[in-house]
């Protein structure tokens, strides 16, 4: 069993920056496609970035490109998500997840393992 360890959430004012981490413990962390999704109250986990196996190619939501930056570390074996100009709508329930597919992809279901969760509140 892979276990996701997510660090970095918290109340910002709007404008402000984040940075979430995601440690995956383990020899085959470099093996992974990781992402990140999140979840508002009442409604459904979204796609919010992914990442390449070796970092060659990152995907992100139209409503966070620009402003969030997805990077890794498999040295360190660790995810980031680097959050800047946050607004009120980015709050939510932020999820680091695995794939063994090494590709990176926006597909919730090609995921195989995924953390607890991390807070994110956004005041205005």
Request: charged share 15%; proline share 2%; hydrophobic share 35%.
């Amino acid at each position: 069993q892979v276990q996701l360890e997510e660090s970095g959430g918290g109340l910002v004012q709007a404008g402000g920056s984040l940075r979430l981490s995601c440690a995956v413990p383990g020899r085959t962390f470099s093996s992974y496609a990781m992402g990140w999704f999140r979840q508002a109250p009442g409604k459904e986990r979204e796609f919010v970035a992914a990442i390449n196996w070796n970092s060659g190619r990152t995907y992100y939501a139209d409503s966070v490109k620009g402003r969030f930056t997805m990077s890794r570390d498999n040295a360190q074996n660790t995810v980031y998500l680097q959050m800047n100009n946050l607004k009120p709508e980015d709050t939510a329930v932020y999820y680091c997840a695995a794939s063994e597919t090494m590709m990176a992809t926006r597909d919730l279901w090609a995921y195989n393992y995924w953390g607890q969760g991390t807070q994110v509140t956004v005041s205005s």
